[in-house]
């Protein structure tokens, strides 16, 4: 019934910037709360940024300054800007929606099936 598509991810140099994508397609009647989420390798699951309908947003510590989370109602999308990367942000970023579907009263989380950054030293 949802689809999260995902994309934008690859291999970068320490410093440098990716643009994660993700779009939502599907029996949608409105989307509401639009996170991303990563896992590192023996991690646990983080979440990275998130951003509210309004626009309001929250962040890790971690990304604060460098990552900046928007998103385009219109097209059911979610973004996620990634500067000044660090070795330290080498994860699979995942995708996670909250969407309403068409003849539904309440919404469920989706994830999207994850994108892999990886940063270079």
């Known amino acids: 019934q949802v689809q999260l598509v995902e994309s934008g991810g690859g291999l970068v140099q320490a410093g440098g910037s990716l643009r994660l994508s993700c779009a939502a397609s599907g029996s949608i009647a409105s989307i509401y709360y639009m996170a991303w989420y990563r896992q590192a390798p023996g991690k646990q699951r983080e979440l990275v940024a998130g951003?509210?309908?309004?626009?309001?947003?929250t962040y890790a510590d971690s990304v604060k300054g460098r990552f900046t989370i928007s998103r385009d109602n219109a097209k059911n999308t979610v973004y996620l800007q990634m500067n000044s990367l660090k070795s330290e942000d080498t994860a699979v970023y995942y995708c996670?929606?909250?969407?309403?579907?068409?003849?539904?009263?309440?919404?469920?989380?989706?994830w999207g099936q994850g994108t892999q950054v990886t940063v270079s030293s």
């Open positions: 951003i509210h309908r309004d626009g309001s947003t």
């Open positions: 996670n929606t909250n969407i309403r579907l068409l003849g539904w009263g309440s919404s469920t989380s989706y």
